[in-house]
């Protein structure tokens, strides 16, 4: 139980495109979803914090006009990274917690971000 | 404010042999104490977890203890395998916000 998908696994994209990345919870209903960017050999750095049916919590430092999250449904949150440049380029990690229980996070499986 | 400190990586073990991996934090109130693992390429994945003091979280012969008198929570393996080689991350979260803090992440590389 508590799987978290996420799509794509790798993108590239060329400088100036928004790509978007969904980040999925398969066996359980996620309210509250959060969007992590991993630098190489680098902890998580927590960008937002992404509730079902509200806007987006932006960490500070975040720009929220950049990377854009909607939490559409109890399943699926999406981190859309507009105009990207290559200072995006990054590992982007997604993490859910179960409405029954508020202390563990469930860790997508990252989303390989390379912009050209 | 609150913060998660693990010791610096990497560790390199040979196959078999013990694995501390050391892990102390600063916290207001009593928070939930958490182990992930990084395998190469991929997302986190919980290892183990403890929610109180003196509660011992094992998996996968990994063990860590919660010591609320050294504020620790140490990784232990007795006998590791090159399939431990990872990136292991200590995590924090208290009780009336969603946030994990995490430290900054130990690489473990076992040889065979």
């Known amino acids: 139980g508590a799987v978290v998908s996420q799509h794509p696994s790798r993108v590239i994209c060329k400088s100036g495109t928004s790509v978007k990345i969904e980040c999925r919870s398969l066996d359980f209903q996620a309210t509250t979803m959060f969007w992590y960017r991993q630098f190489p050999k680098k902890s998580l750095m927590l960008m937002a914090t992404s509730n079902e049916g509200s806007k987006a919590t932006y960490e500070q430092g975040v720009e929220k006009d950049k990377f854009l999250i909607n939490h559409a449904s109890l399943t699926l949150s999406t981190l859309t990274v507009t105009s990207a440049h290559p200072e995006d380029s990054s590992f982007y990690i997604c993490s859910a917690l179960t409405s029954g229980r508020t202390d563990t996070q469930y860790f997508g499986p990252g989303t390989r971000l390379t912009v050209l | 404010g609150n913060s998660v400190t693990q010791m610096e990586g990497p560790v390199t073990l040979s196959e078999e042999a013990f694995l501390t991996i050391n892990c102390t934090y600063t916290a207001t109130g009593y928070p939930s104490l958490f182990w992930y693992v990084q395998y190469p390429g991929e997302g986190l994945q919980l290892l183990l977890k403890a929610t109180k003091a003196d509660d011992k979280g094992s998996n996968k012969g990994f063990e860590a203890?919660?010591?609320?008198?050294?504020?620790?929570?140490?990784?232990?393996?007795?006998?590791?395998?090159?399939?431990?080689?990872?990136?292991?991350?200590?995590?924090?979260?208290?009780?009336?916000?969603?946030?994990?803090?995490?430290?900054?992440?130990?690489?473990?590389?076992?040889l065979a």
């Open chain 2, 65 to 110: 203890t919660y010591r609320k008198e050294t504020t620790s929570f140490h990784l232990e393996k007795g006998s590791v395998q090159v399939s431990d080689s990872a990136v292991y991350f200590c995590a924090l979260h208290t009780s009336g916000t969603y946030k994990y803090i995490f430290g900054t992440g130990t690489r473990l590389k076992v």
